[in-house]
T-cell receptor, first 116, second 112 residues
Framework: GAGVSQTPSNKVTEKGKYVELRCDPI?????LYWYRQSLGQGPEFLIY????????DSGLPNDRFFAVRPEGSVSTLKIQRTERGDSAVYLC??????????????FGPGTRLTVL | AQSVTQLGSHVSVSEGALVLLRCNYS??????LFWYVQYPNQGLQLLLK??????LVKGINGFEAEFKKSETSFHLTKPSAHMSDAAEYFC??????????FGAGTRLTVKP
């Protein structure tokens, strides 16, 4: 595929349930990022992978949130014991390399998570 | 730490009028700045970026932005608005850990 893809596009779950959100980055991009966008706000950084390892997870709000990228390509964001406040659009982005210089990040369409 | 502030959560212009969306940054190091556009139910699309080369940056769809260090600004402009420009616009700066730090966004409405 030409761009970053995310599945599912929409996810509705009940409070307390576990969810997994998937991101397929652009082929060959070593850096992958997760952001959360709440209604009426800009995206907020959650976690950044360089290859298989989480280079920076300082944006994860608490230990209910976890993300993996076992083979350095596809990433899964996992949320345990979901709360209504977790409802947001979760965006994934990838870039060719993880550096501050010339770091153009390409964004997927997002997964809209609704926790009832 | 790096951050951006977008002045005005909502801007409304008439078709054909000048578009000006404001962004001010705060950075302890030379900043790398971006403008993204988001259409309803779509992902973020890069409009343009500043990476310390030319201070006047031209992007897609006729948009441009000027980096002004003295004013710590990176305002986005377009000489003549088109109906298709109606969208949400986000200014962003690269943080210390390569994360993108976004402003709260400005919703642009274009009136016929």
């Amino acid at each position: 595929g030409a761009g970053v893809s995310q599945t599912p596009s929409n996810k509705v779950t009940e409070k307390g349930k576990y969810v997994e959100l998937r991101c397929d980055p652009i082929s060959g991009h070593t850096a992958l990022y997760w952001y959360r966008q709440s209604l009426g706000q800009g995206p907020e950084f959650l976690i950044y992978f360089q290859g298989t390892g989480a280079a920076d997870d300082s944006g994860l709000p608490n230990d209910r949130f976890f993300a993996v990228r076992p083979e350095g390509s596809v990433s899964t964001l996992k949320i345990q014991r979901t709360e209504r406040g977790d409802s947001a659009v979760y965006l994934c982005a990838s870039s060719l390399v993880g550096s501050r210089v010339n770091n153009e990040q390409f964004f997927g369409p997002g997964t809209r998570l609704t926790v009832l | 730490a790096q951050s951006v502030t977008q002045l005005g959560s909502h801007v409304s212009v008439s078709e054909g009028a000048l578009v000006l969306l404001r962004c001010n940054y705060s950075s302890s190091v030379p900043p790398y700045l971006f403008w993204y556009v988001q259409y309803p139910n779509q992902g973020l699309q890069l409009l343009l970026k500043y990476t310390s080369a030319a201070t006047l940056v031209k992007g897609i769809n006729g948009f441009e932005a000027e980096f002004k260090k003295s004013e710590t600004s990176f305002h986005l402009t377009k000489p003549s608005a088109h109906m298709s420009d109606a969208a949400e616009y986000f200014c962003a700066v690269i943080g210390n850990n390569n994360d993108m730090r976004f402003g709260a966004g400005t919703r642009l409405t274009v009136k016929p």
